[in-house]
């Protein structure tokens, strides 16, 4: 069986990755793509410790994160279409409207 | 127990009449304000009539509590109305003369601005005379004492927008503040020496005490200090500098408040005081010694005033004098006698000036008028009268009060009666000098163009013409007041004439009965003092008492120097006569004659000029260098402005944080989140 350090080391990687991209890309999309790599880092650490404890509420948290995630995507893609129909740019600096 | 006799409705009824007339006074037709304060003001006349009536009943002084106001443990000050023979007195004159400057105002601000203001100023200074007169602790008097002040002020500034009014009502209540503060001081004093503020305590725990001949004790202390609170409201010297130019003011306030009743407040006062200074000879020599020099200082001042006016706030001055002579050898019925007949007779002559200057359109300056004798006769009479009654002319009041107060001098030493006498010469003097220029010779005005090249014409205040709120120009035309301006005058000479006859002194056949009247006040302690000392000594005032238990030979004494006091009056008489009548070009050349000492004495000594050096300039010079420029901008100001300019740094430095950027935000999140968990790995490995 694999150590669970394994796939906490994993889901550590994976969410580093989601930070890192969040905070050096420019486009709005991959800013996204980077919070959904950041959930599912968590969810992999949440299945991991589920799995090691036999434990079911693991499980079903990973459940809800993922319905909250997809609902958030379907949110988060209508505000960039709605930012590239007004704004014509998926470029974040941009989009600075509300800075002083 | 004694009837209700309701004293609190006294001074309650003139503030009525002075909340009415403040409040809504502005909306009234004249008619209706001058109705509202001669109601009330006449009102508590009637009310004190009423008063009097029925307390000649009674034996024992009435007192009247009101509530209780501070009782800080045994400590006591109640609203509470004290009223004996003194303080009847004091009330009769007070709603009396009040009562009749009040109509004279009528007619004397008629045509003024601010008429409604000017009753309701009238009306409250009423109010606050009489708490001050009737309260029984020192406290509620010392609030009424400063409401005289208030109201003095007030209407010295009536006329505010003519800066010389307004300054010089400042001065006043600034003058007064010291005064204020020499009296406040007393009364710490005498709650540390007695624990109470009521008059009768205050007489029950000092009563006992024997003088303190040798020596200032606290006693002296509280005296001296009470003087310096007397001398403020009472214009002694060196606090009297604010009475002369109080007559900034309309002249029906000169006569009321600075003549007749809240500038003999401080005589009051001593009186009341009277245990206390009794057993303080040193107090009570200070303040013979105040009142001698005052009497002579001002006296002399007024005899070159040309200012009609000035001469007789001067002469105010000097008469308030006389009663701290008075007060100082311990004839404190005398001085009251004297208070009351002053009010009659200055009242009526500041009146009279107010229609002297009434008839010649507001011209003050005595060397612009004379020859008025024919064409205001009634004033000319009733000025008449005062000025003879002043001048100590018998049988009018004058005389009999000023020679009951240079026979008690006398019995003290002979120094402060020859000083008396001397200023009863000047004060005759000068008050012919104010008559003969006045009522005859030729009529000198008209003349405006010559006005200005007058050496003189700084000191008259000719510029009231020019004040907003002057009497209106009436045409040029020298015209009698009306009959609501004369009948006070016509009432103020009768009592003028009468006024003294109440105190007939027991050498010319009289029996006294206003000194008997006031006996009990301050006998029933006098006579205690009396028994404990058997030989007065020359520190102690003689006791004379009110048997009349002198021998032959002081009766004979005493009518020899009344003959004395009547020939120095005639003298100053026949002096006035000689320089101001019969040859006005005399008077030039003895001024020329004496040269530096007389342009002093037109210069009021520079005692306004000393003050300004010596206290008024350093202190604003200390006020601007170190209180404003130093505690107020370096040290007040200064901690504000730096804390909020600190405060604004600091917000400057940490504002860059706040880029606006999205991802900067996002990686301070991160690095927090990263050092909560490296802090939480720490923990769990250590």
């Given at each position: 069986?694999?150590?669970?350090?394994?796939?906490?080391?994993?889901?550590?990687?994976?969410?580093?990755?989601?930070?890192?991209?969040?905070?050096?890309?420019?486009?709005?999309?991959?800013?996204?793509?980077?919070?959904?790599?950041?959930?599912?880092?968590?969810?992999?650490?949440?299945?991991?410790?589920?799995?090691?404890?036999?434990?079911?509420?693991?499980?079903?948290?990973?459940?809800?994160?993922?319905?909250?995630?997809?609902?958030?995507?379907?949110?988060?893609?209508?505000?960039?279409?709605?930012?590239?129909?007004?704004?014509?740019?998926?470029?974040?600096?941009?989009?600075?409207?509300?800075?002083? | 127990?004694?009837?209700?006799?309701?004293?609190?409705?006294?001074?309650?009824?003139?503030?009525?009449?002075?909340?009415?007339?403040?409040?809504?006074?502005?909306?009234?037709?004249?008619?209706?304000?001058?109705?509202?304060?001669?109601?009330?003001?006449?009102?508590?006349?009637?009310?004190?009539?009423?008063?009097?009536?029925?307390?000649?009943?009674?034996?024992?002084?009435?007192?009247?509590?009101?509530?209780?106001?501070?009782?800080?443990?045994?400590?006591?000050?109640?609203?509470?109305?004290?009223?004996?023979?003194?303080?009847?007195?004091?009330?009769?004159?007070?709603?009396?003369?009040?009562?009749?400057?009040?109509?004279?105002?009528?007619?004397?601000?008629?045509?003024?601005?601010?008429?409604?203001?000017?009753?309701?100023?009238?009306?409250?200074?009423?109010?606050?005379?009489?708490?001050?007169?009737?309260?029984?602790?020192?406290?509620?008097?010392?609030?009424?004492?400063?409401?005289?002040g208030?109201?003095s002020y007030?209407?010295i500034g009536?006329?505010?927008?003519?800066d010389s009014a307004a300054s010089a009502g400042k001065k006043a209540f600034i003058v007064n503040r010291i005064g204020d503060f020499g009296f406040?001081?007393?009364?710490?004093?005498?709650?540390?020496?007695?624990?109470?503020?009521?008059?009768?305590?205050?007489?029950?725990?000092?009563?006992?005490?024997?003088?303190?001949?040798?020596?200032?004790?606290?006693?002296?202390?509280?005296?001296l200090l009470?003087m310096v609170g007397a001398a403020g409201k009472s214009a002694q010297i060196p606090l009297y500098v604010w009475l002369p130019d109080a007559m900034e003011g309309?002249?029906?306030?000169s006569?009321?408040i600075h003549a007749?009743?809240m500038v003999t407040a401080g005589v009051?006062?001593?009186?009341?005081?009277?245990?206390?200074?009794?057993?303080?000879?040193?107090?009570?020599?200070v303040v013979a010694i105040v009142g001698t020099l005052t009497t002579l200082f001002a006296a002399t001042i007024a005899v070159t005033q040309t200012d009609i006016k000035k001469v007789l706030a001067y002469s105010t001055v000097s008469q308030l004098g006389y009663m701290f002579i008075?007060?100082g050898?311990?004839?404190?019925?005398?001085?009251?006698?004297?208070?009351?007949?002053?009010?009659?007779?200055k009242?009526?002559?500041f009146?009279?000036?107010?229609?002297?200057?009434?008839?010649?359109?507001?011209?003050q300056d005595m060397?612009?008028?004379?020859?008025?004798?024919?064409?205001?006769?009634?004033?000319?009479?009733?000025?008449?009268?005062?000025?003879?009654?002043?001048?100590?002319?018998?049988?009018?009041?004058?005389?009999?009060?000023?020679?009951?107060?240079?026979?008690?001098?006398?019995?003290?030493?002979?120094v402060y009666?020859?000083i008396g006498?001397f200023t009863a010469f000047l004060t005759?003097f000068y008050m012919?000098r104010l008559?003969?220029?006045?009522?005859?010779?030729?009529?000198?005005?008209?003349?405006?163009?010559?006005?200005?090249?007058s050496t003189q014409a700084h000191f008259a205040h000719d510029d009231t013409?020019?004040?907003?709120?002057?009497?209106?120009?009436?045409?040029?035309?020298?015209?009698?007041?009306?009959?609501?301006?004369?009948?006070?005058?016509?009432?103020?000479?009768?009592?003028?004439?009468?006024?003294?006859?109440?105190?007939?002194?027991?050498?010319?056949?009289?029996?006294?009965?206003?000194?008997?009247?006031?006996?009990?006040?301050?006998?029933?302690?006098?006579?205690?003092?009396?028994?404990?000392?058997?030989?007065?000594?020359?520190?102690?005032?003689?006791?004379?008492?009110?048997?009349?238990?002198?021998?032959?030979?002081?009766?004979?004494?005493?009518?020899?120097?009344?003959?004395?006091?009547?020939?120095?009056?005639?003298?100053?008489?026949?002096?006035?006569?000689?320089?101001?009548?019969?040859?006005?070009?005399?008077?030039?050349?003895i001024a020329?004659?004496l040269g530096g000492f007389y342009q002093a004495v037109v210069h009021k000594y520079y005692i306004d000029e000393l003050y300004a050096t010596l206290f008024v300039k350093p202190l604003i010079a200390g006020s601007?260098?170190?209180?404003?420029?130093?505690?107020?901008?370096?040290?007040?100001?200064?901690?504000?402005?730096?804390?909020?300019?600190?405060?604004?740094?600091?917000?400057?430095?940490?504002?860059?944080?706040?880029?606006?950027?999205?991802?900067?935000?996002?990686?301070?999140?991160?690095?927090?989140?990263?050092?909560?968990?490296?802090?939480?790995?720490?923990?769990?490995?250590?």
């Amino acid at each position: 069986m694999v150590p669970i350090s394994y796939y906490l080391i994993l889901s550590g990687i994976l969410f580093a990755c989601g930070v890192t991209g969040f905070l050096i890309k420019r486009n709005i999309i991959s800013i996204f793509m980077s919070i959904e790599l950041m959930l599912n880092g968590v969810n992999l650490s949440f299945v991991a410790f589920a799995a090691q404890w036999h434990a079911l509420s693991g499980q079903v948290f990973v459940f809800f994160v993922m319905v909250v995630a997809a609902a958030e995507a379907a949110v988060g893609l209508a505000i960039i279409i709605s930012v590239y129909r007004t704004r014509e740019t998926l470029n974040v600096d941009q989009v600075d409207l509300l800075k002083l | 127990m004694t009837p209700a006799l309701h004293l609190w409705l006294i001074p309650v009824l003139p503030l009525v009449g002075a909340a009415i007339n403040g409040i809504v006074g502005k909306k009234f037709s004249r008619q209706a304000v001058a109705g509202v304060a001669l109601l009330f003001s006449g009102a508590a006349f009637v009310l004190v009539l009423s008063v009097a009536f029925r307390f000649s009943s009674l034996v024992t002084p009435y007192t009247e509590t009101l509530a209780a106001w501070i009782r800080a443990g045994a400590f006591q000050a109640d609203f509470a109305f004290y009223l004996d023979q003194l303080s009847l007195v004091m009330l009769l004159v007070v709603t009396g003369v009040g009562l009749l400057i009040h109509i004279y105002s009528v007619g004397y601000m008629w045509e003024e601005g601010g008429f409604y203001r000017f009753f309701a100023y009238l009306n409250l200074f009423m109010f606050f005379m009489l708490t001050l007169v009737l309260a029984n602790n020192y406290l509620l008097m010392f609030i009424g004492w400063e409401g005289v002040g208030l109201a003095s002020y007030l209407l010295i500034g009536f006329w505010f927008t003519k800066d010389s009014a307004a300054s010089a009502g400042k001065k006043a209540f600034i003058v007064n503040r010291i005064g204020d503060f020499g009296f406040l001081i007393a009364l710490f004093l005498l709650i540390k020496h007695s624990g109470s503020l009521n008059f009768e305590q205050i007489t029950q725990s000092v009563g006992p005490l024997s003088p303190e001949t040798s020596g200032a004790g606290l006693l002296t202390v509280i005296g001296l200090l009470l003087m310096v609170g007397a001398a403020g409201k009472s214009a002694q010297i060196p606090l009297y500098v604010w009475l002369p130019d109080a007559m900034e003011g309309p002249t029906p306030v000169s006569a009321l408040i600075h003549a007749a009743t809240m500038v003999t407040a401080g005589v009051y006062m001593v009186s009341r005081s009277h245990v206390i200074f009794e057993r303080a000879p040193i107090a009570l020599m200070v303040v013979a010694i105040v009142g001698t020099l005052t009497t002579l200082f001002a006296a002399t001042i007024a005899v070159t005033q040309t200012d009609i006016k000035k001469v007789l706030a001067y002469s105010t001055v000097s008469q308030l004098g006389y009663m701290f002579i008075a007060c100082g050898v311990g004839a404190f019925s005398a001085a009251i006698f004297h208070l009351m007949t002053h009010a009659f007779f200055k009242g009526l002559l500041f009146l009279a000036a107010g229609s002297v200057i009434h008839a010649v359109s507001g011209e003050q300056d005595m060397r612009q008028m004379g020859g008025l004798r024919t064409k205001i006769p009634w004033t000319f009479w009733t000025m008449t009268v005062g000025t003879f009654a002043i001048a100590g002319i018998p049988p009018l009041a004058g005389f009999f009060s000023k020679d009951e107060i240079l026979w008690r001098a006398y019995q003290t030493s002979w120094v402060y009666w020859a000083i008396g006498l001397f200023t009863a010469f000047l004060t005759s003097f000068y008050m012919f000098r104010l008559w003969f220029l006045t009522f005859f010779g030729e009529y000198r005005g008209g003349a405006e163009s010559g006005h200005e090249n007058s050496t003189q014409a700084h000191f008259a205040h000719d510029d009231t013409r020019a004040g907003a709120g002057a009497p209106a120009p009436h045409e040029l035309g020298i015209h009698e007041s009306p009959g609501v301006m004369v009948i006070p005058l016509v009432v103020l000479a009768v009592l003028s004439v009468t006024g003294g006859w109440i105190g007939v002194p027991g050498s010319l056949g009289g029996g006294n009965r206003f000194e008997k009247f006031l006996g009990p006040v301050f006998h029933s302690t006098a006579s205690a003092f009396s028994r404990e000392l058997p030989s007065t000594g020359e520190t102690a005032p003689p006791k004379k008492g009110a048997d009349g238990s002198e021998s032959q030979t002081g009766r004979s004494t005493e009518l020899a120097l009344t003959g004395i006091s009547v020939l120095a009056a005639l003298i100053g008489f026949g002096l006035a006569w000689l320089l101001y009548y019969h040859d006005p070009q005399l008077p030039h050349q003895i001024a020329s004659s004496l040269g530096g000492f007389y342009q002093a004495v037109v210069h009021k000594y520079y005692i306004d000029e000393l003050y300004a050096t010596l206290f008024v300039k350093p202190l604003i010079a200390g006020s601007a260098l170190i209180l404003w420029h130093g505690v107020d901008r370096d040290v007040i100001d200064a901690a504000l402005d730096n804390s909020a300019h600190g405060a604004n740094q600091v917000s400057d430095s940490i504002r860059h944080m706040q880029s606006g950027n999205l991802r900067s935000y996002a990686g301070w999140v991160a690095a927090g989140a990263a050092g909560v968990i490296a802090y939480m790995v720490w923990m769990g490995t250590r």
